[in-house]
């Protein structure tokens, strides 16, 4: 069994920072692609950054050049760092990982995490 556990989030003012991790236990050899979601309150959930197992990230327009995806195999842990935090990041943010299950085989699973609230105001 595999569990995302995240963190990380809380409430900011506009302009500050805050670094969301995805921390995997379990049945995980390592981590393949890692996306992060964002919904914001009433809101459907939208992709908002992708890394690929060959390192390829991309963005939504609206994060693009303030979120950065990465991740650490040695710590099983994604993490999405955001800057220049806006009012309409608000929301909920939730991990979904790819992860390898085991050392022997090419077998792969996708879980999700429980999602972390982020709160923007002033």
């Known amino acids: 069994q595999v569990q995302l556990v995240e963190s990380g989030g809380g409430l900011v003012r506009p302009g500050e920072s805050l670094n969301l991790s995805c921390r995997a236990s379990?049945?995980?050899?390592?981590?393949?692609?890692i996306h992060w979601y964002h919904q914001a309150p009433g809101q459907g959930r939208e992709l908002v950054a992708t890394?690929?197992?060959?390192?390829?990230?991309t963005y939504a327009d609206s994060v693009k050049g303030r979120f950065s995806v990465s991740k650490d195999n040695g710590k099983l842990t994604a993490f999405l760092q955001m800057n220049d935090l806006k009012p309409e990041d608000t929301g909920v943010y939730s991990c979904?990982?790819?992860?390898?299950?085991?050392?022997?085989?090419?077998?792969?699973?996708?879980?999700w995490g429980q999602g972390t609230q982020v709160t923007v105001s002033s």
């Open positions: 979904r990982v790819t992860v390898k299950t085991s050392p022997t085989s090419a077998a792969y699973a996708t879980y």
């Open positions: 379990g049945s995980v050899v390592s981590l393949n692609t």
């Open positions: 890394l690929t197992n060959r390192n390829t990230t």
